[in-house]
């Protein structure tokens, strides 16, 4: 049995005049909370075949938090013949942590692959962020400039990791808090920002660590709930939603890494019902309304599908429900009228007294 001890660091943004902004990190023991005010939901809506669907109306929704009815306090239909009215980024993360070297060049020649086509006139901003053990940096101006990007792709070098423990256990544990840390700090530099946040973190994903043989005391529960309080809370607030693309291909599609982050889906309550899964890349993305792609060997597909949800959605807002007690959870279930159509958004938030 494994004893468990969680220590995450919750990062502040160092500010550089430099072309890459670094992501810089300090303690911090217990979650952001989640202001009172109308919760934003960005909603995408899909067929049976998983195409998305434009064109519908406010009427057509319905918004249930905590299986109980919800005022739509505001509504807007994005894409197709209506015009973006805030804006909206994409954010593409590189991950050298967790993805091995070999795959990293395959993932950097991917990238290229999207951002030069087109003669490289993309339809959204993009940021790039470099992801290593050896400091993570993000491009401080998203540019819809290509060939801009692809020149700045080559000037980064790939960076590995130097813990020689990566192999083992506690090497999986760095990997995690790294990525985390990552995580919370990019979504403190665009909680900044207004509008919508795409991020594609490019990534077989973090160590889930959960298994049998894996124990948290009831202090490195506690620090793990109010780590799930706090990446709900930051995605949200800076308007983040996040997808993952897996690099591994088909080579690794048939496995259970691949289906295990579905284990811990369901939205955490307490520190008694948290598990280590619960901060798994998959289920983070899930959970903030993203995608999570594998089983595929072309990451520019993984891309396109996700990119597809910014050619229709709809913002809609919300009054969070008062709490009975800190960081209450609560369900979110946005519904649609029409038969055979399916509505994804985020799947919970944090309620406070």
């Known amino acids: 049995m494994f004893l468990f001890c969680l220590s995450l660091a919750l990062p502040a943004v160092a500010q550089q005049s ?11 023991s217990e979650p952001s909370s989640a202001p009172a005010g109308p919760i934003r939901l960005d909603v995408v809506v899909t067929d049976r075949s998983g195409k998305v669907i434009p064109g519908l109306q406010k009427q057509d929704f319905s918004i249930l938090d905590n299986k109980r009815p919800s005022n ?3 509504f807007q239909s994005v894409g197709g013949a209506v015009a973006v009215a805030d804006p909206v980024e994409v954010i593409f993360v590189i991950d050298q942590v967790n993805t091995a070297f ?3 060049a395959y993932e950097r020649d991917e990238l290229k692959r999207f951002l030069s086509r087109n003669e490289g006139k993309l339809a959204q901003p993009v940021s790039l962020v470099f992801f290593s053990d050896s400091g993570t940096q993000i491009q401080s101006k998203p540019s819809s400039d290509g060939n801009f990007l692809i020149s700045a792709l080559d000037q980064n070098q790939n960076s590995l990791r130097t813990d020689r423990r990566s192999q083992g256990f506690y090497g999986a544990q760095d990997r995690l808090q790294l990525s985390l840390k990552t995580l919370f700090g990019l979504a403190a530099m665009e909680s900044a920002k207004p509008g919508r946040k795409m991020v ?9 660590l959960s298994g049998p043989r894996i124990t948290l005391s009831a202090n490195d529960a506690k620090g793990v709930f109010n780590s799930v309080v706090h990446v ?3 995605l949200r607030q800076a308007g983040i939603t996040l997808y993952s693309v897996d690099p591994l291909g088909l080579a690794d599609s048939g496995g259970l890494r691949t289906t295990y982050y579905e284990e811990f889906l369901k ?7 948290v598990d280590l899964g619960n901060l798994a890349l998959q289920v983070i993305a899930t959970q903030s309304g993203g995608l999570v792609t594998y089983g595929s060997n072309s990451i520019v597909a993984g891309i396109d599908h996700s990119i597809a ?6 913002v809609l807002s919300m009054q969070p429900a008062p709490a009975e007690k800190p960081n209450e959870y609560h369900l979110i279930e946005v519904k649609v009228a029409t038969p055979g159509l399916t509505a994804r958004t985020r799947t919970g938030y944090y309620a406070q007294p």
Do not use: C, F, H, K
């Not at 939205?267 to 019902?273: A, D, E, F, L, M």
């Not at 949800?309 to 709809?314: E, G």
């Open 267 to 273: 939205g955490v309550t307490s520190p008694n019902r």
């Open 102 to 104: 070999t795959r990293v």
């Open 309 to 314: 949800d910014l050619s229709a959605y709809y």
């Open 200 to 208: 594609i973190w490019i990534s077989p994903g973090w160590p889930i």
């Open 72 to 74: 739509i306090l505001s």
């Open 232 to 234: 709900s809370n930051a």
């Open 18 to 28: 430099a072309p890459a902004t670094a992501l810089q990190s300090e303690p911090a």
